[in-house]
């Protein structure tokens, strides 16, 4: 059996997917550790919409592509590599992003990640009733040996890739995680340093 600690650090973002299918038992697994998450009050306000329909994936990927084109493309192009990640690697992660928004909807299976919200308006705590469910998600895919990753893009036209997804009123959706057996191999996730981002005690003070 993998050690939790060895899949939480080497549970990178797969954005290279092959299109062979994925076992619905499999499927099955991930969508039971993501309800096995914590949610506010116990509420399991979340909605988890599995999709496999190509001609459904094919609607959202305009819109993911859209967004690419317009916002996160000319980001990662102007923008300097982030905390722990060299110009080399961040370009590679680059090219994997472009990658994945050319062939999003060739991923063998998306997992939706919703909220039913009724009425309410979301707020600065609704995710935490819904993404430690899509983190279960990522680690069980990683356990699995299935690759993945967490992306938010549609969201830069929500309306539009929510009438695409075919989302009721009330729900909206959070991430999608589009999971198949990775291309690439699993490795060790480019972070910071511990003692760049942990205080000790007071704001500014280091960490020992």
């Known amino acids: 059996m993998q050690d939790v600690f060895d899949i939480i650090h080497t549970t990178r973002a797969m954005r290279r997917l092959k299109p062979d299918p994925v076992p619905d ?13 914590a949610n506010g009050g116990n509420y399991q306000r ?23 084109d317009e916002v996160v493309g000319p980001r990662y192009a102007n923008s300097p590599p982030p905390p722990g990640v060299s110009a080399e690697k961040y370009a590679r992660q680059h090219h994997a992003v472009e990658h994945l ?6 991923a063998p299976v998306w997992i939706v990640a919703c909220l039913d919200e009724g009425k309410n308006t979301p ?29 938010t893009r549609h969201l830069l036209y929500a309306k539009e890739a929510e009438a695409a997804l075919g989302l009721p009123e009330g729900v909206h959706s959070y991430a999608i995680l589009p ?26 003070q280091p960490y020992a």
């Open 46 to 68: 979340w909605r988890f919409l599995v999709i496999k329909d190509t001609a459904v994936k094919k609607a959202v990927q305009v819109w993911y592509k859209k967004a690419f």
């Open 101 to 106: 928004t050319e062939h999003f909807h060739e």
């Open 179 to 204: 999971i198949g057996w990775p291309m690439g191999k699993f490795g060790p996730v480019g972070r910071t340093k511990l003692e760049d981002v942990v205080f000790n005690e007071r704001w500014g």
């Open 25 to 37: 038992d499999l499927v099955r697994k991930i969508l039971e550790a993501g309800v096995a998450a």
């Open 123 to 151: 707020t600065r705590t609704s995710g935490a009733s819904i993404y430690p469910a899509v983190q279960n998600m990522l680690l069980a895919a990683r356990a699995l040996g299935l690759g993945s990753t967490l992306t």
